[in-house]
């Protein structure tokens, strides 16, 4: 089955820009969409296909895919960014299932 | 406003049964597809499966850690979704999301609060 990867931290002080990778193998034609949780609450979509934020996610955050790399990018930090962050995509071979990173924790 | 509220969580004895619910609102239920998700304590997301639209036939899939076990289900007149888990194991214990596809195979785009089971004797 298809596994994603992620770095288990991420430390950024505040004001700086905090990266987040997300490894697939090859994503091929899959798109990878973003979640940020904060404790105690449920997930909340900040990028869909690769890049796309819903309305709501401020313009700080960014996603990014570059060869079997995808990334998300918080510029300008804020106390509130602190969270986790999981990276996800849908697989279809051999079996139809959603597929979520490991996620990453952002400590600010 | 997307408003997803589930219902029905708590302790159930391994080897027995639960039903989650899930109540809808605020969209057109009947064109999504609706997911379960459930986050074991301290651990990541994990996908427990979907139903598709009525268009779709009511159909389907499941992660295969539920697959036997677990079946969901959905009511459109109600904008209902369920989640039926039988012969439940202690691993099984975990926050179970409700949530909706924006589009089939797509981001997951509004998520419930969570309701939680614990599988313990």
């Known amino acids: 089955s298809y596994v994603l990867t992620q770095p288990p931290s991420v430390s950024v002080a505040p004001g700086q820009t905090a990266t987040i990778t997300c490894g697939g193998g090859?994503?091929?034609?899959?798109?990878v969409h973003w979640y940020q949780q904060k404790p105690g609450r449920a997930p909340v979509l900040v990028v869909r296909?690769?890049?796309d934020r819903p309305s709501g996610t401020p313009d700080r955050f960014s996603g990014s895919r570059s060869g079997n790399t995808a990334t998300l990018t918080i510029t300008r930090v804020v106390a509130g960014d602190e969270a986790d962050y999981y990276c996800?995509?849908?697989?279809?071979?051999?079996?139809?299932?959603?597929?979520f990173g490991p996620g990453t924790r952002v400590s600010v | 406003e997307v408003q997803l509220v589930e219902s029905g969580g708590g302790l159930v004895q391994p080897g027995g049964s639960l039903r989650l619910s899930c109540a809808a609102s605020?969209?057109?239920?009947?064109?999504?597809?609706m997911d379960w998700v459930r986050q074991a304590p301290g651990k990541g997301l994990e996908w427990v499966g979907r139903?598709?639209?009525?268009?779709?036939?009511?159909?389907?899939e499941y992660a295969a850690a539920v697959k036997g076990r677990f079946t969901i289900s959905r009511d459109d007149s109600k904008n209902s979704l369920n989640l039926l888990m039988n012969n439940v194991k202690v691993e099984d214990t975990a926050v179970y999301f409700c949530?909706?596809?924006?589009?089939?195979?797509?981001?997951?785009?509004?998520w419930g609060q969570g309701t939680l089971v614990t599988v313990s004797s």
């Open positions: 949530v909706r596809e924006y589009l089939p195979g797509e981001a997951l785009d509004y």
């Open positions: 605020g969209f057109t239920f009947t064109h999504h597809y």
């Open positions: 139903v598709r639209n009525r268009a779709n036939s009511y159909t389907t």
């Open positions: 090859n994503f091929g034609m899959k798109n």
């Open positions: 296909d690769d890049r």
């Open positions: 996800q995509v849908w697989d279809e071979n051999p079996d139809h299932v959603y597929v």
